[in-house]
């Protein structure tokens, strides 16, 4: 005859051992690689099921470096490393650090168009309870940060698709709460990018906003997608960095694909491109 005392101790013992515990509650369990599947499924519908309650009708897609700073940021940089090297205090690395500084100031015009073009366009779509062409980033610095500060600043709601990696990525604090989403597999990430988008925007960045760049074109370019207006801001960035022309010169792409894309250098011309585009149908998806 067992005791009661070890009886409620042989109990709580099964009751405390990983196998007992439900499925959905336990994480050793659901990172194993066989559930990969399973972990997929869950990243979609996860997003997916928080946007259609928070009823989030069209999205305008912002991409751009999380390198570029605030022009705020810029100016109080480029001070303190000309005062170093005033005081003596920069060292050798005075020359590099200052030329590092002035070209962050130079971008930071990137990140003041971008927080401009997600203020006018959130002005615009979020009124009288309207869920349309909400902005939507990767959720990180820079100008993903640029624009959901935008859609803040005009007390607009915007979505962060942030992702985990290797080094934190902290989510921006301009992203409305109840729709910052993270992420562990970019190609879902990427999916929810695209599925209410009504608009791309990019702005100049690395090999992270050429791939989502890229993948947009190829999915417009082979009917994989509904064309929708992309926006490259920073027309001398653009012409340098992508021989766009180049690839149609030499085959690679036909001449129509170039009508693909559009070029400019301000905020306001982003909203006429969309104008022009959607004018006259409905801005819901």
């Known amino acids: ?147 959901n500060r935008g859609a803040f600043e005009a007390g607009a709601r915007s979505i962060g698709l942030n992702i985990t990696l290797p080094f934190e990525q902290r989510p921006n604090p301009f992203i409305s709460p109840e729709l910052a989403f993270r992420f562990h597999y970019y190609a879902l990430r990427k999916m929810h990018f695209l599925l209410r988008a009504r608009a791309m925007v990019a702005f100049p960045g690395g090999y992270g906003t050429l791939d989502e760049l890229f993948e947009v074109l190829t999915l417009v370019q082979t009917g994989k997608m509904k064309r929708i207006p992309i926006v490259l801001l920073g027309k001398r960035f653009w012409h340098e960095a992508v021989g766009f022309d180049y690839l149609a010169a030499e085959g690679f792409i036909q001449e129509k694909d170039l009508e693909l894309i559009t070029c400019v250098d301000k905020a306001e011309e982003i909203v006429e491109i969309l104008e022009d585009f959607y004018r006259g149908e409905p801005a819901t998806t």
């Open 1 to 147: 005859m067992i005791d009661p005392d070890t009886r409620r101790d042989l109990i709580e013992k099964i009751m405390q051992a990983p196998a007992y515990r439900l499925a959905e509650e336990d994480v050793e369990f659901l990172v194993q690689d066989n559930l990969r599947p399973l972990r997929l499924q869950l990243e979609l519908l996860k997003p997916e099921h928080e946007l259609r309650k928070q009823g989030i009708s069209s999205t305008v897609v912002v991409f751009g470096s999380a390198r570029i700073i605030s022009p705020e940021e810029a100016r109080v940089r480029l001070s303190d490393v000309k005062e170093r090297i005033a005081s003596g205090r920069a060292g050798s690395q005075g020359p590099r650090e200052l030329s590092v500084s002035r070209r962050q100031s130079a971008q930071a015009n990137y990140y003041d168009e971008a927080r401009r073009f997600a203020h006018m366009i959130s002005s615009r779509f979020q009124q009288e309870k309207r869920k349309d062409f909400v902005v939507v980033t990767g959720g990180g610095p820079g100008i993903m940060e640029a624009a």
